[in-house]
């Protein structure tokens, strides 16, 4: 019995050296993630604020996706545009895309307000006819009303 076994291992140890004529190597390639993705907002009804509530009194959250694979390629950024003066009633939290407001309203005096939101990814964009270091970007419109 124990010599069958170690005729076996003999004949094993000569098959592996014909092998050796040719070689094998696994090749592992890891795909590199491209900044190709823009953040873009999950889609929001109009949202609503009560009049006479104190400035920071957060409003709503808005939220955009970036599909890239890899941070910071899919990182987003909130801003408020400065259009229609939209970033001097409402501020937005950079990171978690948080409404609050600046001022107390009083919708006797406007009725309703259309902000403007961006929102930007956290790398150099790689998307063609982009300006150099420019990271990719979205934008998306919230409408407010006073209650
Ligand atoms: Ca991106
Ligand atoms: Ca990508």
């Given at each position: 019995?124990?010599?069958?076994?170690?005729?076996?291992?003999?004949?094993?140890?000569?098959?592996?050296?014909?092998?050796?004529?040719?070689?094998?190597?696994?090749?592992?390639?890891?795909?590199?993630?491209?900044?190709?993705?823009?953040?873009?907002?999950?889609?929001?009804?109009?949202?609503?604020?009560?009049?006479?509530?104190?400035?920071?009194?957060?409003?709503?959250?808005?939220?955009?996706?970036?599909?890239?694979?890899?941070?910071?390629?899919?990182?987003?950024?909130?801003?408020?545009?400065?259009?229609?003066?939209?970033?001097?009633?409402?501020?937005?939290?950079?990171?978690?895309?948080?409404?609050?407001?600046?001022?107390?309203?009083?919708r006797e005096e406007k009725?309703?307000?259309?902000?403007?939101?961006?929102?930007?990814?956290?790398?150099?964009?790689?998307?063609?006819?982009?300006?150099?270091?420019?990271?990719?970007?979205?934008?998306?419109?919230?409408?407010?009303?006073?209650?």
């Amino acid at each position: 019995m124990q010599y069958l076994c170690l005729e076996h291992f003999f004949l094993l140890f000569q098959n592996n050296g014909i092998q050796q004529l040719a070689s094998e190597a696994t090749v592992y390639i890891v795909l590199e993630d491209v900044n190709d993705e823009i953040p873009l907002f999950i889609e929001r009804e109009q949202e609503t604020v009560l009049e006479g509530m104190p400035p920071n009194t957060k409003v709503t959250q808005v939220q955009a996706m970036d599909k890239d694979g890899t941070y910071p390629n899919n990182k987003v950024y909130y801003a408020i545009e400065s259009k229609d003066q939209g970033d001097k009633f409402f501020s937005i939290d950079r990171e978690t895309g948080e409404i609050y407001t600046r001022v107390e309203f009083d919708r006797e005096e406007k009725q309703a307000y259309a902000i403007l939101v961006r929102a930007e990814d956290g790398a150099a964009s790689d998307r063609p006819n982009m300006k150099p270091g420019e990271p990719n970007s979205g934008q998306s419109s919230s409408y407010f009303t006073e209650h």
